[in-house]
């Protein structure tokens, strides 16, 4: 075997054996694969893919890379994964939601990548939390609150961690083999027994037609049942991001107002649709709309925020962050509307134009050695449909200096397109795949 050799067939458009996808994948692992062969690699597979059997093959490969967890609880052992949005901070509010409900949930997350938001940078905007945490810790942080968010360690898919930060800075995030293959590595190493896909389509994810999100859905889906893993995935709406911020405090501070049971807006019907469906199939309610009920229930009652109070003392952060959130989140120095030149109705919304204004605020990465300002962002942002008159706000900008909001402020303008016209309304679930 030898890295320059597969990476040859590949750009060729040869078929890769799954042996020779497993030597790679273990020399990511062992970094006897250089970076420069990582990003050779992955740019050969996302302009020539690897097909269907050769997804599946880098899959297994990258999950073998390291060990899979196994569980001794008394209730199923589910997670949900989104392939990435724009003020998409599900996970938060769903993982507690369904320990609340009776289930386990070892959600393995990432960062940050290209111009969607990183669950864990998310969560360690919160003080004090860590998310890298041992195995040990891990099942013991499940076992108090019954959800733990934490980054994978360095024996869960080690070389999807190594190729993950490669794709972010080399243009590769958009493959649909390398997106499955970096998904499921990470899910089938934690043990589930069931999993739930959260596959965005439109301006703020990376899929933006219908039919590029269906592959990826059926990709995704059909890999995870062959690999033993009971998945199904939901296609749903990203035409405009799913809470009304992006940045990781500011979407935590959204999170936060879903398990406070003070919003009810698209990030709670999501979560309870996702959850729902997670649920049902795991075998823990014997109907979507019992689940439905549920999940609203535990949200309503506080039984959610609960969970979730338990898991971030667990992980490190403060012991009162529940009750008050803002204390223990940070804020941006410099905070300024966007004010509208013109009026009609909120007719688009350029998702990735906003994800691409938090990243040039330092909310996100343009190499990999950047850090994060947990504290900038955008929130406050107009819904589609609403109808905005000349000199009303569009979002409001959360930056760590005037120079940076001065340019965001010009960008977020070009991504709200007004129109004399309310567009159609979208639906939030387009499609279910299982």
């Not at 901070?89 to 409900?101: R, T």
């Not at 930060?165 to 990470?186: F, G, M, N, P, Y």
């Not at 667990?314 to 008050?324: E, I, Q």
């Not at 509307?337 to 350029?350: C, N």
């Amino acid at each position: 075997m030898d890295a320059r050799a597969i990476i040859a067939a590949l750009r060729r458009g040869e078929t890769i054996e799954p042996d020779a996808l497993t030597w790679f994948a273990r020399g990511l692992a062992d970094y006897s694969v250089s970076d420069a062969q990582a990003g050779a690699f992955a740019m050969a597979v996302c302009l020539q893919g690897l097909g269907q059997d050769g997804r599946a093959a880098l899959t297994l490969a990258m999950q073998a890379s390291g060990k899979t967890l196994s569980w001794d609880v008394d209730g199923p052992v589910l997670d949900k994964h989104s392939t990435g949005g724009v003020g998409d901070c599900v996970s938060l509010v769903l993982a507690p939601a369904l320990a609340a409900c009776g289930a386990y949930v070892p959600m393995i997350s990432g960062r940050g990548l290209g111009h969607t938001g990183g669950t864990l940078d998310k969560m360690e905007s919160i003080s004090g939390v860590s998310t890298s945490v041992d195995e040990a810790q891990f099942k013991r942080i499940v076992d108090q609150a019954g959800c733990a968010i934490v980054s994978a360690s360095a024996d869960i898919a080690p070389a999807d961690k190594r190729l993950y930060a490669v794709r972010d800075v080399t243009a590769t995030v958009e493959s649909l083999d390398l997106i499955t293959a970096s998904i499921l590595s990470k899910k089938l190493a934690a043990g589930l027994d069931g999993l739930v896909l959260d596959v965005k389509v439109g301006s703020g994810a990376f899929m933006k037609s219908a039919d590029e999100a269906r592959a990826l859905a059926q990709a995704l889906v059909q890999t995870a049942n062959l690999a033993g893993c009971p998945t199904t995935a939901l296609i749903t709406n990203m035409n405009a991001p799913l809470a009304p911020a992006l940045g990781n405090a500011l979407e935590v501070a959204e999170v936060m107002k879903v398990l406070r049971g003070s919003e009810r807006g698209p990030l709670y019907e999501l979560t309870l649709a996702l959850g729902a469906q997670l649920l049902f199939s795991g075998g823990v309610f014997t109907s979507e709309d019992a689940a439905r009920e549920a999940l609203s229930n535990v949200i309503v009652s506080g039984a959610a925020a609960e969970r979730f109070g338990k898991m971030i003392v667990a992980m490190g952060g403060p012991l009162g962050f529940v009750d008050n959130p803002q204390r223990y989140l940070p804020e941006a120095p410099v905070i300024r509307e966007v004010t509208s030149v013109e009026g009609g109705y909120v007719s688009a919304i350029d998702g990735e134009a906003l994800g691409l204004v938090v990243v040039a605020l330092g909310g996100g990465r343009q190499v990999e050695s950047d850090l994060i300002d947990p504290a900038v962002g955008v929130s406050d942002v107009v819904p589609l449909g609403a109808f905005i008159v000349k000199g009303q706000p569009l979002a409001r900008i959360h930056a760590a200096r005037d120079g940076q909001a001065d340019r965001a402020a010009k960008a977020i303008r070009r991504a709200i397109t007004l129109a004399s016209n309310p567009p159609a309304k979208q639906d939030l679930v387009h499609e279910v795949i299982s």
